[in-house]
């Protein structure tokens, strides 16, 4: 499998959630088991169902962020030379022109994509037109409604 970006807070938000799970999540649905099997007749103890069907979840969602995690591509943009252009990692703050309004975008990766906060995948078709521009490009982006055009006003490489 190839390794897959992420970046350091990406990393660090996976790690804190594999600890939870761990060492809360994983704990106390054992302990549910225990109690519904105390209640006898497995069969039809819903209770035992449901903590059985939680704890598949939580293994499943274990097993997911290893995974990620050991074919993860750790980018720390505080530490490249990019000149200036927009990286993964990066932080972008365009102007866009149809909608006369400045948008902050921070480039990342699959897994850490959250529109609603302005974090964007790299595979996007918005965040690929980004990558290797500068202050003052101008970028057109072929997305579902139509092309959209932007001028990218300012670069940060911050954590």
Aim: aromatic letters at 6%; proline letters at 3%.
């Amino acid at each position: 499998m190839s390794k897959v970006p992420l970046t350091v807070r990406g990393a660090e938000k996976l790690r804190e959630e594999l600890t939870v799970l761990k060492t809360i999540k994983r704990p106390a649905v054992i302990q549910a088991i225990s109690e519904a099997r105390e209640h006898g007749d497995l069969k039809e103890n819903a209770e035992y169902h449901a903590a059985r069907e939680q704890q598949s979840f939580i293994e499943g969602r274990i097993k997911d962020i290893e995974g990620k995690l050991s074919h993860a591509q750790i980018i720390d943009v505080t530490e490249m030379d990019a000149g200036g252009r927009v990286i993964f990692g990066a932080t972008v703050v365009v102007y866009d022109v149809a909608m006369d309004e400045e948008i902050t975008y921070k480039i990342v990766g699959e897994d850490e994509a959250d529109i609603e906060t302005g974090l964007i995948s790299v595979n996007s078709p918005i965040a690929r037109a980004f990558i290797g521009k500068e202050v003052d490009d101008s970028v057109e982006v072929n997305a579902p409604g139509g092309t959209r055009e932007f001028e990218v006003v300012e670069v940060r490489y911050e954590p």
